[in-house]
């Protein structure tokens, strides 16, 4: 159907190479989207590009978006943007009384104010192409944890995730009359080398407390990536969209 088709559309994905990123990625490419993925290494980008390569037009440009030049850097390699996908991140768990402040600088940093900058550097190229009709659009990741209290002891993560979905309605209000939407998904467990190490000791309990009974599977998390970004979501700004199962929602 047309109304979920990319075909022409060209988008970054940043923390693309791997976990939700990737499965964002490839259902852009599947959608029909060209697609520039980016994470800190060379290797797991060359690597990410030659599995996605199969599902349409790729490409890779490694940076560490913790620095502000690096975004900027990011931004200059983009020619034309339709999509901004701002997925990289990182978490950090610990008791209170171990709970370092480099965490909080290191967490912050890459989840809050790396998406901030990240879209300011871009800004010129989404409002470039956006339209009254179609506009340009940013895809915030955030976090069922922004949404709910975790029983992990999570702090610096939960605290970010809340604020990307709240810096996500600001933007939302001052970019809708330039043409460029910005939305949040706050997704729920799914298989990741951030949730590895959770859902291996706990995967089952937390499965059994959705009410869907299950974590989230690669085409849920494509499936509203797609829906964003195409003109099926073209009236949608603002939002902060949770996908997992019904977890912080009905809890």
Same mark, same amino acid.
């Given at each position: 159907? &047309?109304?979920?088709?990319?075909?022409?559309?060209? %988008?970054?994905?940043?923390?693309?190479?791997? *976990?939700?990123?990737?499965?964002?990625?490839?259902?852009?490419?599947?959608?029909?989207?060209?697609?520039?993925?980016?994470?800190?290494?060379?290797?797991?980008? %060359?690597k990410?590009?030659?599995?996605?390569?199969?599902?349409?037009?790729?490409?890779?440009? =490694?940076?560490?978006?913790?620095?502000?030049?690096?975004?900027?850097?990011?931004?200059?390699?983009?020619d034309?943007? &339709?999509?901004?996908?701002?997925?990289?991140?990182?978490?950090?768990?610990? @008791?209170?009384?171990? !709970?370092?402040?480099?965490?909080?600088?290191?967490?912050?940093?890459?989840?809050?104010?790396? =998406?901030? !900058?990240?879209?300011?550097?871009?800004?010129?190229?989404l409002e470039?192409?956006?339209?009254?009709?179609? @506009?340009?659009?940013?895809?915030?990741i955030?976090?069922? &944890?922004?949404?709910?209290?975790?029983?992990?002891?999570?702090?610096?993560?939960?605290?970010?995730?809340?604020?990307?979905?709240?810096?996500?309605? $600001?933007?939302?209000?001052?970019?809708?009359?330039?043409?460029?939407?910005?939305? %949040?998904?706050? =997704? *729920?467990?799914?298989?990741?080398? $951030? $949730?590895?190490?959770?859902?291996?000791? !706990?995967?089952?309990?937390?499965?059994?407390?959705?009410?869907?009974?299950?974590?989230?599977?690669? &085409?849920?998390?494509?499936?509203?990536?797609? !829906?964003?970004a195409?003109?099926?979501?073209?009236?949608?700004? *603002?939002?902060?969209?949770?996908?997992?199962?019904?977890?912080?929602?009905?809890a």
């Amino acid at each position: 159907m &047309d109304l979920f088709d990319l075909t022409g559309k060209k %988008a970054l994905v940043t923390g693309g190479t791997r *976990g939700i990123g990737l499965m964002i990625a490839r259902g852009l490419l599947d959608a029909g989207a060209s697609v520039v993925i980016s994470s800190r290494g060379e290797e797991a980008c %060359a690597k990410a590009v030659a599995e996605l390569s199969a599902h349409g037009t790729v490409t890779a440009v =490694p940076a560490d978006l913790q620095s502000e030049e690096e975004a900027e850097r990011l931004a200059a390699s983009v020619d034309e943007l &339709d999509i901004l996908v701002n997925n990289a991140g990182a978490t950090w768990g610990a @008791p209170i009384e171990e !709970f370092p402040a480099s965490a909080w600088d290191k967490v912050l940093n890459l989840n809050v104010k790396a =998406p901030f !900058f990240l879209t300011k550097a871009l800004l010129a190229k989404l409002e470039a192409r956006g339209t009254h009709d179609d @506009p340009s659009r940013v895809i915030n990741i955030g976090s069922i &944890d922004g949404l709910h209290v975790s029983s992990l002891p999570t702090y610096s993560y939960a605290v970010s995730k809340s604020g990307i979905h709240h810096l996500t309605r $600001m933007l939302a209000r001052d970019l809708g009359p330039r043409h460029i939407t910005v939305n %949040a998904v706050a =997704p *729920g467990p799914f298989e990741s080398k $951030m $949730m590895a190490a959770t859902l291996e000791s !706990f995967g089952d309990a937390i499965a059994g407390s959705a009410p869907l009974r299950r974590i989230g599977r690669a &085409d849920d998390m494509a499936g509203v990536a797609v !829906f964003l970004a195409s003109r099926a979501g073209s009236y949608v700004t *603002g939002a902060v969209i949770p996908v997992d199962g019904g977890i912080a929602t009905t809890a």
